[in-house]
């Protein structure tokens, strides 16, 4: 069944963020997922807190995909570079 992951990034490293970009699209094609909406203008419409700089909502064909993608070994230092370019936060749902 089909799942989704809510990404929500606030950037502090913008050169990081442009290195993860360039890795990410690989690391997604080998778990099958694809971007369903990415925005760079999110808006909080209930709730406290600041909109994230960027918001993506993922696609995966399954959970096991989605924590594939999340755990593999070979992706670590892409995961690295997501987190080293600001907080990240990724919600499966």
Known sequence: MTVHAIVTLSISDPDTLAAYRE???AALAKYNAQPLA???DATIIE????A???TVIL?????DHALGWINDPEL???????R??????????
């Open 47 to 50: 709730g406290d807190g600041t």
């Open 76 to 82: 670590a230092s892409t995961h690295a570079l997501r």
């Open 38 to 40: 990415v925005s760079q």
């Open 23 to 25: 890795k990410a699209g």
């Open 59 to 63: 696609t995966f064909p399954d959970r």
């Open 52 to 54: 994230p700089d960027v």
């Open 84 to 93: 080293g370019a600001g907080q990240s936060n990724i919600i499966l749902m």
